[in-house]
């Protein structure tokens, strides 16, 4: 399975960025999709995750501001993000996961977002 992420960039205060990711390759039809994120000099955090059944999840941080979604039959998950802040600023990660199968969990490159003050 392949991630392709695409739509990071550099963006203002408040603006916004949407963020693409497209699954290629073979993986149960019960999976996961989601966004991460790593700020430097920090971990890894959840930003959202939706199932293929729309069951959705944001970190608190995110809520109200920013929105997964997803498109089923291409395994494509989208993350568009409102009134950005500078703490969003981070490398955003892609993630597909199968629900029942924990070796089945990949990750896309990563694209950056910089929010300036």
């Known amino acids: 399975v392949q991630l392709q992420a695409s739509g990071g960039g550099l963006v203002q205060a408040g603006g916004s960025l949407r963020l693409s990711c497209a699954a290629t390759g073979s993986i149960s039809r019960n999976n996961v999709m989601g966004w991460y994120r790593q700020a430097p000099g920090k971990q890894r955090e959840l930003v959202a995750t939706i199932t293929r059944f729309g069951t959705i999840n944001y970190a608190d941080s995110v809520k109200g501001r920013f929105t997964i979604s997803r498109v089923n039959a291409h395994d494509t998950v989208y993350l568009q993000m409102d009134n950005l802040k500078p703490e969003d600023t981070a490398v955003y990660y892609c993630?597909?996961?199968?629900?029942?199968?924990?070796?089945?969990?990949?990750w896309g490159q990563g694209t950056q977002v910089t929010v300036s003050s």
């Open positions: 993630n597909i996961k199968a629900l029942y199968d924990s070796r089945s969990d990949y």
